[in-house]
């Protein structure tokens, strides 16, 4: 069973924290580098973070030292530590394999990311 489940978003003011979390089916998570994407109204979806079986990490220049990632591979989760949030962070949020394909792979439906005062 393919299940991507992401919590977490909200309203946030700038300068706050968020903790978004992902719950994913097996086969989706065991085997994959595991990301956290986001798209923001009238954008291109984008990869801001993921992170490998072994915990290596990597960040979009645009997030960097502001987010974390990890993973628990027991719990099948993915976690995103967002800290310092910028008003340009408002998007819906995503978890997926790293890469997924768009319009080819599955989606769940994402958890929403306003940074706003």
């Known amino acids: 069973q393919v299940q991507l489940v992401e919590s977490g978003g909200g309203l946030v003011q700038p300068g706050g924290s968020l903790r978004l979390s992902c719950l994913a089916s097996?086969?989706?998570?065991?085997?994959?580098?595991m990301g956290w994407y986001r798209q923001a109204p009238g954008k291109e979806r984008e990869l801001v973070a993921h992170i490998t079986i072994a915990d290596t990490t990597n960040y979009a220049m645009s997030v960097k030292g502001r987010f974390t990632i990890s993973r628990d591979n027991a719990k099948n989760t993915v976690t995103l530590q967002m800290n310092s949030l910028k008003p340009e962070d408002t998007a819906v949020y995503y978890c997926?394999?790293?890469?997924?394909?768009?319009?080819?792979?599955?989606w769940g439906q994402g958890t929403q990311v306003t940074v706003s005062s």
């Open positions: 097996r086969s989706i998570f065991s085997f994959n580098v």
């Open positions: 997926n394999k790293v890469p997924a394909r768009i319009t080819r792979d599955y």
